[in-house]
């Protein structure tokens, strides 16, 4: 460096400090006494903890153990000389890299030739465990199956003491009476509701006159929630995870930590939830996608989700014994409570589009798209033996789509077609326009025959009766909306029962418990609602809630609910119960109502015999419910004499505490006045306003 520059160099501030003194033009010597004290005082307690503070970074701090808890050891690998080794490095390399990073490996030898068994190194011990759960037990060939353990399990299992000791019993916590809205005497249901654009939640119990408010609470949840499918808890959804509730006073059952969820779905036996949040996710340690244990609060297992799907990416069997996801070419089927692949392995199939499950066997439904000559094709596969019970080929399909019957008896596949032309001058086959056809397997008969319903116009919607053989089918065009109803029966063909012309509907709601449908035209069709008894076809009542959105059925089929969201509309948003017949019972005007669910009941521990019993005998207690209907209305017409009575006497008393202030204080207003004559008796005039409350017209007879 030249003079100059080092004396230039020199001459610059050194720092921020040495610039403001610069600027200022003056130092002052004693200035480092007069600055401030950011010392804690003496009796200052420091309550934020390091993890509070720090958690992320404290939690990446090296542990005496990583090494050892990421290590696993391999028994039964194929012995193996120098020659064969670089194979069968190759291919243990392919089964293990799967699940993370392997940082080193370890191969004993004895004369030259591998020992039977090996050492193996992960990134962290997430990626070991998740190893040892997917690879211990699998087969590599018919001679060797692997016995994969943890480094540390095997220091575990030798200081195994000689004499068993139980464990200490740990303090049973008492959540309560999960099922404790099944108590009631009177059998009535209970529903959430979310209302003020999301700020409040409330469980109502279900009554004819006017629902009773269990519970409410500002700010229960950060978007929606849901009931579990059998009604036992309450899922809310929060920044940092989901919040199980339940009991009698709705208490926190239990808390999921799974930040940004957006998703969650149950299994059907509700032992395990799974949650879904769109936040990136490392490779090692898969978050997008959480299994959980819900009794214990347990994660169980991570996924990632490499692509767009469609929600619920997994769905389970009837019994949740297993659970199955779609991936390219690939349906990926995984058991309880193990969480490996059913079979250690995946099932491949070509060009796979979309599957769903029985809803009461453990058989799979999917289909494959067209490949050049080979024709696309719906298979129903039985599991775990994945054995094909019925393969149908169809030929010209655009698209379809699966629908099962609740009971599973059927399986209605609903297929686009292309309407084939002729060919061209090239010799190519043209097509064009689409034509539209129901295949309906009978999943109970032998061989599982098939018989088929073609429509040639438009679909619109499709619904299983739950509860017995018939199905809907809204068809047609904008302008002329036609709902036909089909039968279906064992040796017989498709029969149409009969349509109905030019409806206002565009979908379809079954009463659980079958026969009861109604036919409702939401949003666009201004909230057209027809009930109708599909037993005699007869249509009960047409009647319409404007710009209804959502229409729900209570667990019992008596009654229905139509509702206006604010979540789709701003204004007169509202729900309506209305009878099974289509009379309207309620109209619940709640100020920015956005959701309205029922919760679900277990099925009945009644048997088959039983019910069929109780509606056989079903006249014998129709006069003592009947008497009981008639009790409750005049029970609750004396609740609400009583509840006017009770708020009219808060109104005297407020009036009476007014007018003893006001009247105390006359002697205080004469001073004020003054000169001025003050009779109260003038000063009040009684003033009695009229308004029509009602008009009645009665027609009498000449």
Same mark, same amino acid.
């Given at each position: 460096?030249?003079?100059? +520059? ?25 200035? +480092? ?22 958690g992320d970074i404290l939690r990446k701090k090296p542990k005496e153990t990583d090494g050892v808890e990421s290590c696993i050891v391999v028994d039964n690998v194929p012995q193996v000389g120098h020659d064969r080794f670089e194979k069968l490095q190759m291919v243990l390399r392919k089964i293990f890299a799967k699940f993370g990073k392997v940082v080193t490996e370890h191969h004993p030898r004895e004369n030259g ?9 992960? &990134?962290?011990?997430?990626? $070991? ?46 959540? &309560? ?18 209302? +003020? &654009? ?17 519970? =409410?609470?500002?700010?229960?949840? =950060? ?19 989901? $919040?199980?509730w339940g009991g009698e006073t709705f208490r926190q059952i239990m808390k999921f930590s799974h930040s940004g969820v957006q998703l969650i779905d149950f299994s059907p036996c509700e032992k395990y939830m799974v949650t879904f949040s769109p936040l990136p996710d490392s490779k090692d340690d898969p978050q997008a996608i959480i299994i959980w244990n819900i009794r214990t609060g347990v994660k169980k297992r991570g ?57 009461? +066997? ?92 073609? #429509? ?19 068809? &047609? ?18 029969? #149409? ?7 206002? %509907? ?49 667990p019992t089929g008596r009654y229905v609910v139509s509702g206006v969201s604010w979540w789709t509309n701003k204004v007169d948003n509202s729900y309506w119960v209305w009878t099974f017949q289509g009379k309207l019972l309620q109209r619940q005007l709640l100020d920015r109502f956005c959701q309205l669910l029922w919760r679900p009941r277990p099925p009945t521990l009644l048997s088959k015999d039983q019910v069929k ?9 129709? %006069? ?79």
């Amino acid at each position: 460096m030249a003079t100059g +520059d080092l004396e230039q160099a020199k001459s610059r501030p050194r720092s921020m400090d040495d610039l403001e003194y610069e600027i200022d033009g003056n130092y002052d010597e004693d200035s +480092d006494e007069n600055e401030e004290n950011y010392s804690d005082p003496e009796d200052f307690v420091d309550d934020i903890t390091e993890e509070e503070l720090v958690g992320d970074i404290l939690r990446k701090k090296p542990k005496e153990t990583d090494g050892v808890e990421s290590c696993i050891v391999v028994d039964n690998v194929p012995q193996v000389g120098h020659d064969r080794f670089e194979k069968l490095q190759m291919v243990l390399r392919k089964i293990f890299a799967k699940f993370g990073k392997v940082v080193t490996e370890h191969h004993p030898r004895e004369n030259g030739e591998t020992k039977g068994y090996m050492f193996l190194e992960y &990134g962290n011990p997430a990626s $070991a465990r998740e190893a040892v759960k997917m690879t211990n037990g699998y087969k590599l060939d018919k001679l060797h199956t692997f016995e994969v353990n943890l480094l540390t399990d095997l220091e575990k299992y030798g200081n195994t003491p000689d004499e068993w000791k139980p464990p200490e019993p740990q303090p049973y916590n008492d959540v &309560g009476n999960l099922r404790s809205n099944l108590l009631d005497a009177d059998c009535r249901d209970q529903y959430s509701v979310i209302y +003020d &654009g999301g700020d409040l939640t409330c469980i109502f119990q279900h009554n004819t006159q006017e629902p009773k408010k269990l519970e =409410e609470r500002p700010r229960w949840t =950060e978007t929606y929630v849901r009931w579990s499918p059998l009604g036992t808890y309450l899922a809310t959804f929060h920044q940092r995870g989901i $919040a199980l509730w339940g009991g009698e006073t709705f208490r926190q059952i239990m808390k999921f930590s799974h930040s940004g969820v957006q998703l969650i779905d149950f299994s059907p036996c509700e032992k395990y939830m799974v949650t879904f949040s769109p936040l990136p996710d490392s490779k090692d340690d898969p978050q997008a996608i959480i299994i959980w244990n819900i009794r214990t609060g347990v994660k169980k297992r991570g996924f990632h989700c490499e692509s767009a799907s469609v929600w619920p990416i997994f769905k389970w069997s009837h019994d949740g014994k297993y659970f199955a996801r779609m991936s390219l070419d690939m349906l990926s089927v995984y058991e309880t409570p193990s969480f490996g692949l059913l079979d250690k392995k995946s099932i491949k199939i070509t060009g796979l589009k979309d599957f769903s499950w029985s809803p009461s +066997d453990n058989i799979v439904a999917y289909w494959v798209p067209e490949d050049d000559n080979v024709p696309a094709r719906v298979v129903v596969l039985e599991l775990p033996s994945r054995e094909e019970l019925r393969v149908k080929n169809l030929f010209n399909v655009a698209d379809i789509k699966m629908y099962w019957q609740k009971t599973g008896d059927y399986l209605a596949v609903k297929v686009d077609r292309y309407a084939k032309l002729r060919k061209d001058d090239k010799g190519e086959t043209k097509f064009a326009g689409i034509y539209y056809n129901f295949e309906i397997f009978h999943i109970r008969e032998k061989q599982i025959p098939v018989d088929v319903v073609e #429509l040639k116009e438009p679909i619109v919607a499709f619904a299983f009766e739950p509860v017995g053989n018939k199905f809907a089918v809204i068809h &047609g065009e904008s302008s002329r909306i036609n709902v036909s109803f089909y039968a279906v029966k064992s040796g017989n063909q498709i029969s #149409l029962v009969k349509t109905l012309e030019k409806r206002q %509907a565009n979908h379809l709601f079954w009463s659980p418990h079958g026969q009861f449908v109604v036919l409702a035209g939401l949003r666009s069709m201004n909230g057209a609602l027809e009930f109708v008894d599909t037993n005699d076809m007869t249509v009960m009542n047409v009647a319409e809630h404007y710009m209804a959105t959502d229409v729900e059925w209570d667990p019992t089929g008596r009654y229905v609910v139509s509702g206006v969201s604010w979540w789709t509309n701003k204004v007169d948003n509202s729900y309506w119960v209305w009878t099974f017949q289509g009379k309207l019972l309620q109209r619940q005007l709640l100020d920015r109502f956005c959701q309205l669910l029922w919760r679900p009941r277990p099925p009945t521990l009644l048997s088959k015999d039983q019910v069929k019993d109780t509606k056989k005998n079903l006249k014998k207690y129709a %006069a003592q419910f009947d008497l009981k209907d008639k009790m409750s209305l005049s029970k609750a017409s004396k609740e609400m004499i009583e509840k006017r009575q009770e708020l009219m006497k808060e109104y005297a008393d407020y009036r009476k505490k007014g007018t003893d202030i006001y009247d105390s204080l006359a002697e205080t207003r004469a001073e004020l006045r003054k000169d001025m004559q003050e009779n109260e008796s003038e000063d009040l005039e009684e003033e009695t306003v009229e308004f029509f409350i009602k008009v009645e017209e009665t027609v009498i007879d000449e």
